[in-house]
């Protein structure tokens, strides 16, 4: 999907002027809309809805039809002894720069390697096929059981892991992989770069393949060397295709959720924002904190969206 | 051996090793699951690389119980309703975001996209009292419809592209001969669109098929269960005891289908996914 | 083949309008056990039942982790619904669902709990309504290496201070002696529930040591605690693996049964399993009560268990009650034990001979069981999760290094007096 065709058509082509032909279109589109709004009325309005509102009461899980409204007092509350509330609660803020330092290297290193794999898979060799197929295992299999999968090779005692550095002498004591604070959230991002570089790797493989040839064939008169050609001509038409994939992967990030939980349950050096908000909604039963905590998590989200949007559309225009 | 026939011979070797490792680290988790699943739950506290020995006795105990049996019908059944329903109900909106101009067009993609905005965990106690309402508890309806809360938001995007860049003069061509837009769609565009479709709806079924909290708390029943609750529900001979080969065995039983769905399909996803990523 | 595609949608659409059914309603259901063993236990004594009263029973499975079965009875009890009439509590459950649950005194004759241990039937009482119905109880259990303590010639341990002198010395040895992955002591490190309850047992062990008192007042901050809790840091990275700290019971498990332990603090299930055919350890191992807190302290074992509870939105809560007094009945208890290890919470079980032949530990587990520390679940009610979360998360800082022990256990009572405020 692209970021500028979805948010800014290139329907110049349609007619724009208001003619019967056009009023029957727009109608049509409507009515063509409805079925789909309907649906996601049905299943999301009223729960989307009902966290917004549970955020502003003091609702608990064991009876939430007990719930009185205490305004904002969920996200920030003043009493005689002080502040209090998700704004200033440093778990929350701890879980913020979790989640964003997730993103930030999580992402960063899928579309580097994703893009770094598509080159190789981008020469033609025997077998080819079958490698790429092979590649997107990892994509496919659930993330609740890849998850299980790689905390069992990360064990400390018994995982496969640490037996392989320590017999190539990488390491000499076993690693606590995903005990140790400064090792855990890099356990976690090794899973997650793992599972979702295939689905990287596919969208810039396809862009390579649209890549005009004629550029190549120009630089290759003028002989000009092939990290050039790369960093001039390649890397620029990949762009667009770069950011989509970006996007993707930038609103799953924000939202991490199985993979943290199976590998580290609520460790504090891995908690991200979507493990904070279930751990109030559900293990403390406090379903009005723990809606405002997922109502600030989706502001977040949206406000990252939106400024990526925003942006990726701008840098779109200009290459065009 | 001259000096560019040993670059090139060298360069080669490194290109396979670059391959090699690639293949090791994409399926080295995937054989050692299975590596695992073929253990008696003995070995299974010391480490192995090789399959010695196979042991089958997990994938008899797991394939044994009627529940889990039931459980892969009930996924695929659910997965493929999922992906009926939001193919159709994505198409058409698709064909009113991607084709035509209207006001108010950008704010449906958004909000569109925002429903996805929500961690799932917020979003469950509301649709259960929905799904309670609309007397669907405990049926797979249950399941299918709570899934489109999640793969409507991506089938809209992913297919709106795609039909926005579709050549305009078919559809030109089309309203000039007076076809009605229902026909326009079903006769003109849907044709051209059928590597998109099964890209989108590969994943819409891929996103259901792993689906684990919703089916958790909308259905009750053995009867009614998927696949990943099976698996969660899957356990020792007693509470704290994690049957790890039992688990292994259920996953990768789970997993092949996918796999092969993938590796049958992955020509499409290719060509699917390229004419919507690129031309943006 | 053109025929066909078309067909396809038109087919799929008719599967999915004629597929989901809802399925034929039973007279009761019941939620008990969510694993292998004891599912198939329940199940067996479910059918007999209903094949003496002609009643329709279904039994259905959750899942294994204790919170998602919380979370997922929560979800169909705030519904109020009556699709489960019975279900399995965990003891540390009671306060949180007691107003969802029938008070069983009501319907169930006054001597239903004679004879259980009094402090389950306390713990499964909310304001004088008997919300529960104990039905099998768990506590923590050192179990050790026999060989390896003869072999170096050394007692059980009686206090943790001695468990730490031996566990050095008998790592130490066998590292010498060409074993480098030996180690001394394993226990539940991860920072969860686990974590609280081998914690409390820590400092419960220590004289005068206590998270929440009887009475709901905040007693965690004491010289009993930063005893236990130095003593337990000192272990982490010298007789414990530092991986410790995200260990659950099976990764102890794993590390023990392998033969790499001389110690382990584990549940009662374990017993089974390492003296399985395949075990390394097969009739090496030996149980003991977990030790005490310095000379003056006392053992001090975490009670878990589980419980048979009604649901108030149950069609049938008579009927439902009547299965559950068949099911915690002493015959039925006892067949648990001796098929499923599952110990008795009626306490002349525990001399019974045929139970002491079966498992020559139970004469031990009595007293265990009559020095057991409650969690603080009753009395912090529907808060309980919190203090757990806050108490395992303090314990679990200090294990790793993050944080001194006073610092901790300053932390830890504030967050617990704001948790209370004024009153549980």
Redesign the interface.
Known sequence: ???????A???E??L?RETP?QRR??R???L??T???L??A???A??????FWFSLTDA??????DASFVGLSNYLFHSGAGWSGILVDPQWWNAVRNTLHFTVVSVGLEIVLGLL?AL?LN?K?TGR?L????????????????A???S??L??????IN?MMLSLGLIDA?L??????DL?MWAVIIVDV?KTV?FVT??M???L??LPSDCYEAARVDGIHPVKVFWRVTLPLLM??LL??AIFRI?DSL?V??VIYVL?????STMS??VY???H?????D?GY??AA?TL??LV??VI?MAYLYLGRRQ?EVRS | MSPRLLKKTLLRLG?WC??GI??V???F??Y??IV?SLKPSSA????S?WIDNPDFSNYAAVLNQASFLRAIGNSLVVALCVVT?AL???L??A????????RG??P??MM????????????????F??IRALGLYNTSWALI??Y??FT?PFT???L??FM??LP?ELE?AA?MDGA???VT?TRVLLPLLWPALVTTGLLAF?AA??E?LFALTFTLTDSQRTV?VA??LISGGSPHELP?GL??AA?VL??VP??I???IF?RR???G??A????? | MKQLKSLLPTALLGLCLGFPALSTAANLTISCGAVGAELQLCKEAVEAWSKQTGNNVEVVSTPNSA?ERL?FY?QI??AQSSDIDIIQIDMVWPG??A??LLDLREVLPANATQGYFQAQVDNATVNGRLVTMPWFTDSGLLYYRKDLLEKYNQPVPQTWEEMTTTARAVQQAERDAGNA?AWGYVFQ????EGLTCNALEWISSQPQGGLVNAQGDIVVNSQASRAALTLAKSWVGDIA???????TEE?GR??FQ?G?ALFMRNWPYVWALVQSQDSAVKDKVGVAPLPRGGATGTHASTLGGWGLAVSRYSANAKLAAELVSYLSSAQQQKHRALVGAYNPVIESLYQDPELLAAMPYYNQLHSILNDGVMRPASITA?RY??VS?AFF?QV?GVL?G?RPVDQALAELESELTRIKRRNW
């Open positions: 999907m692209s970021v500028s065709t979805t948010l058509p290139d329907d082509y349609l724009t032909v279109r727009v049509a589109a409507w063509f809309l079925p789909m709004l649906c996601l049905l299943v999301a009223w729960p989307l809805l009902r966290t608990s899980l064991a009876d939430t039809g794999v190789l020469v060799f096929a490698v790429r197929a092979l590649i997107l295992i990892p994509w496919a299999i659930p993330t609740i059981v890849s299980k999968i790689w069992w090779m064990n400390d005692q018994f995982g496969i037996h076993p606590a992989w995903t005990a140790d604070a855990s793992w295939p596919l969208l493989l396809a862009a393949q649209m667009p295709a989509v994939a609103l939202r959720f199985d580290t349950s609520n460790s504090s924002m979507s908000a279930r751990q909604l559900v293990e403390f039963q379903v723990g809606s997922s998590l989706f989200v949206a969206a779109l | 290109f670059l391959i690639l293949l680290y994409a399926v988790p995937f050692y699951a695992t299974l506290f010391q480490v690389y329903l159709f109900l994505s058409t909106a064909y009113a975001l991607g084709r035509v101009k209207f067009r950008g449906v993609l569109v996209l925002g429903v996805s905005m929500f961690p799932q965990v917020a979003v469950l106690s509301g649709l009292e929905v419809l709570s489109t809360i409507l809209v995007w992913v709106t592209t926005g860049q305009h030109e309203i009605s837009p229902w769609l891929i098929w792993n684990f990943p698996i969660a790890w688990l292994m996953s789970v997993t996918l796999v769905l993938v590796l992955q996803i290719v060509s996914l390229t919507g990523a690129l031309k943006g | 919170t979370s929560q009890l705030s949180m669902l107003k969802h992955n490190g991860r920072a969860y693996p530092r991986g410790v700290l995200n260990y990764e794993g590390v392998s790499n529907d999760p919190r979360n998360d679990h790793a993050e």
